[in-house]
């Protein structure tokens, strides 16, 4: 998958790095997160895409919150994304998803959702 997240063409390297550092020195016990909609998606944007995450929450009551701000109902689905087009399972932790897929560039964790696997 090669799409780009809307915060990272917006906000200049530098200004990420030093947000995202102020961050987990701040809050050592929680990752920051964006979180945007994936292009090509029926799926409405969030009002805010930046998440200060608790790093023992798992990924499905990350992807309950998600859903909580969209307003979808249970019965649909709904997939996080990483950068890369893996999608993240539900029993991880975000400090597990974080360590692994984390942006090496600017420490920022990028997550797409989307209510369907297909991309194009």
Same mark, same amino acid.
């Given at each position: 998958?090669k799409? !780009? ?7 200049k390297?530098?200004? +990420? ?5 102020r961050? =987990?020195?701040?809050? %050592?016990? +929680? ?12 799926? %409405? %944007?969030l009002?805010k895409?930046?998440?200060?995450? %608790? ?7 990350f992807?309950? =919150?998600?859903r909580?701000?969209? !307003? =979808? ?10 950068k890369?087009?893996?999608t993240?399972?539900? !029993? ?11 942006? +090496?560039e !600017?420490?920022?964790?990028? =997550?797409f ?5 297909t991309?194009?």
């Open positions: 998958m799409a !780009d997240f809307k915060y990272k063409t917006e906000v390297l530098e200004e +990420r790095k030093n947000e995202a550092n961050i =987990l020195n701040q809050y %050592p016990n +929680r990752m920051p997160v964006i979180c945007e909609v994936a292009p090509n998606t029926n799926l %409405p %944007p009002n895409t930046k998440y200060l995450v %608790p790093g023992d929450m798992t990924v499905a009551n992807q309950f =919150l998600i909580k701000h969209i !307003d =979808l109902n249970e019965l649909s689905a709904l997939y996080l994304i990483t890369k087009g893996i993240i399972t539900g !029993d991880k932790t975000m400090r597990e998803i974080y360590n692994i897929h984390k942006d +090496r !600017d420490n920022f964790l990028y =997550l959702y989307a209510s369907e696997l991309w194009g």
